[in-house]
């Protein structure tokens, strides 16, 4: 099994490296710790300052081609011959994923259980 799977650009031909939403939602998390933990010098260094919005960091990383900006939702899997010797591969969401700050099925799951363990504590009283 493959760690990760090479998708190119329908527009640019660019290769990039499908991640799935777990890992750009992993991504954010990260990044809203550096923001609040690192000072304004270091932030500056990646064009950033305590304000900005991993959220829209990521965004702005991961659902636009590298190279042309065309969207995450117009890549096909990469064949051979795609990738040329010394490409630079950077990581885009894989197209069967969408980014947004919706709950995950697992955490719809979990807060419905919640709820139902609340009610039932109540009705038990």
Known sequence: MKAFNLVTCNNCSWV???????YVKAW?????????TRDEDWLENFGLNKKSKP?????????HCFNCRGSYKDFRDAKEGDVGEGHTIQSILD???????KKTR???????KSKNEVQSKKKKK
């Open 28 to 36: 954010i998390k990260e990044w809203k710790g550096h923001i609040k």
């Open 16 to 22: 990039h490296m499908s991640v799935s939403d777990g």
């Open 95 to 101: 197209r069967k994923y969408e980014l947004d700050e």
């Open 106 to 112: 697992q955490e719809k799951i979990n807060m419905l």
């Open 55 to 63: 959220t829209e960091m990521a965004k702005e990383e991961y659902l």
